[in-house]
């Protein structure tokens, strides 16, 4: 009987684990795990999607222009040199098919996003790890650890799961450290989240070698929907556009995204609250006793005492309805990870945290 093998490497990838949203038994459910806004999809672009139903028989356009044209208008971005995507996975997917395989090597940070190195072995290549230090990336490790077999750089900023991040400079000064044909890949997911922030537009304008990643899924409240977008030199955009699907995103996904990106109120009044609420929670937690690294994003990393206080306070707010994320396969096993709900969430957050500790006492 012949014998069927995957390609070198498959083999080698862990399974993703997104965040949970249910727990046997109990209803009253409060979903902290995946860093989802609290608030939902903009009503325009609620609208939109009901607008679109009508047209879903229909193919969409291929080259998604009219997205693209709102989210240069909205950043001050060339139309031509952006890329949209089934959420910014799909272009990091792109990016490693284009740019990495068999013997090349695809650099990230040990506490970084599971897609990088999932991605990169998909595409035949190797990942490898570079230190972080206290939880913020090392500009000078991941320059130590690149090689001639670098290709591609991932680096997420604010990184998830642990909400830090570095500043321009330390930035440019990796772009300009990198070997030749290496691509520094900023992944932007949260930057939305940080006030004054480009999330690595100017970067990426500047510079050949860099490249930034965004998404609907967080601030815009599209995670369902799955539609993210990229921004960097036009040589590498007519390049990932070749592996594109011609019908990658659906009429239905482009005018969601369109009407949330243009909906700017809404997305201004999405960051106040969460940078609200973020500075609450992780007020709260430390009246507690309980650490966390000042968090530019959407949520926030509790540091417990071990692993096995971690899994304790995860499983007593279980049992309470309210969902945080494990973040063990991050390297992190004595954290968890909180998505900053809105006030009544992060409220019962407290108070589930709260009661696990009246219980030891």
Same mark, same amino acid.
């Given at each position: 009987?012949t014998?069927?093998?995957?390609q070198?490497g498959?083999?080698?990838?862990a399974?993703?684990?997104?965040?949970?949203s249910?727990v046997?038994?109990?209803?009253?459910?409060?979903k902290?795990s995946?860093?989802?806004?609290?608030?939902?999809?903009?009503?325009r672009?609620?609208?939109?999607?009901?607008a679109?139903?009508?047209?879903?028989s229909?193919?969409?356009?291929t080259?998604?222009?009219p997205?693209?044209a709102a989210i240069?208008?909205?950043?001050?971005l060339?139309?031509?040199?952006?890329?949209?995507?089934?959420g910014?996975?799909?272009i990091i997917?792109f990016?490693?098919?284009a740019?990495?395989?068999?013997g090349?090597?695809?650099?990230?940070?040990?506490?970084?996003?599971?897609?990088?190195?999932i991605?990169a072995r998909?595409? !035949?290549?190797?990942?490898?790890?570079?230190?972080?230090?206290?939880r913020?990336?090392?500009?000078?490790?991941?320059?130590?650890?690149c090689t001639?077999?670098?290709?591609?750089?991932?680096?997420?900023?604010?990184?998830?799961p642990?909400g830090t991040?570095? !500043?321009g400079n330390?930035m440019?000064?990796?772009?300009?450290?990198?070997?030749?044909?290496a691509?520094?890949?900023i992944?932007?997911?949260?930057?939305?989240?940080?006030?004054?922030?480009d999330g690595?537009?100017?970067?990426?304008?500047?510079?050949?070698n860099v490249?930034?990643?965004r998404?609907f899924? @967080?601030?815009?409240?599209?995670?369902?929907?799955?539609i993210?977008?990229?921004?960097?030199?036009k040589?590498?955009?007519?390049?990932?556009?070749?592996?594109?699907?011609?019908?990658?995103l659906?009429e239905?996904?482009m005018a969601?995204?369109?009407?949330?990106?243009?909906?700017r109120?809404?997305?201004?009044?999405?960051?106040?609250?969460?940078a609200?609420?973020?500075?609450?929670?992780?007020?709260?937690l430390?009246?507690?006793?309980?650490?966390?690294d000042t968090?530019?994003a959407?949520?926030v990393?509790a540091?417990?005492?071990? @692993?096995?206080?971690?899994e304790?306070?995860? @499983?007593?707010?279980?049992s309470l309805?309210?969902i945080v994320r494990?973040?063990?396969?991050?390297?992190?096993?004595?954290?968890?990870r909180?998505?900053?709900g809105d006030?009544?969430?992060?409220?019962?957050?407290?108070?589930g945290?709260?009661?696990?500790q009246?219980?030891?006492?």
């Amino acid at each position: 009987m012949t014998q069927i093998t995957p390609q070198p490497g498959i083999m080698d990838i862990a399974l993703y684990e997104s965040g949970e949203s249910h727990v046997e038994g109990v209803s009253d459910i409060l979903k902290l795990s995946a860093n989802e806004n609290p608030f939902g999809p903009s009503p325009r672009a609620k609208e939109a999607i009901a607008a679109s139903i009508a047209q879903v028989s229909r193919y969409p356009n291929t080259d998604h222009a009219p997205l693209r044209a709102a989210i240069g208008e909205v950043h001050g971005l060339d139309p031509a040199r952006i890329i949209c995507g089934v959420g910014s996975d799909e272009i990091i997917t792109f990016l490693c098919q284009a740019y990495a395989g068999p013997g090349d090597e695809v650099l990230h940070t040990e506490h970084g996003f599971a897609m990088y190195p999932i991605s990169a072995r998909a595409a !035949g290549a190797t990942p490898v790890v570079a230190r972080e230090r206290e939880r913020v990336t090392d500009v000078d490790a991941l320059l130590a650890a690149c090689t001639e077999r670098t290709k591609l750089v991932f680096i997420a900023n604010p990184n998830n799961p642990t909400g830090t991040m570095i !500043g321009g400079n330390e930035m440019a000064r990796l772009a300009d450290g990198l070997p030749d044909g290496a691509i520094l890949v900023i992944d932007g997911a949260y930057a939305e989240f940080v006030s004054g922030y480009d999330g690595g537009i100017g970067l990426a304008t500047q510079r050949d070698n860099v490249f930034m990643t965004r998404t609907f899924s @967080k601030l815009y409240g599209l995670g369902g929907l799955r539609i993210g977008w990229g921004y960097g030199p036009k040589a590498i955009i007519d390049v990932l556009n070749r592996i594109r699907g011609p019908f990658n995103l659906s009429e239905l996904q482009m005018a969601a995204a369109e009407a949330a990106v243009r909906d700017r109120d809404y997305a201004e009044r999405c960051m106040a609250e969460n940078a609200r609420m973020r500075v609450w929670l992780s007020e709260q937690l430390a009246a507690l006793g309980i650490p966390s690294d000042t968090s530019l994003a959407n949520f926030v990393l509790a540091r417990f005492a071990d @692993k096995a206080e971690a899994e304790a306070v995860d @499983k007593h707010l279980r049992s309470l309805g309210v969902i945080v994320r494990r973040v063990a396969g991050y390297g992190l096993p004595n954290c968890l990870r909180m998505t900053v709900g809105d006030e009544a969430g992060c409220k019962r957050l407290i108070d589930g945290v709260r009661s696990f500790q009246e219980t030891r006492s």
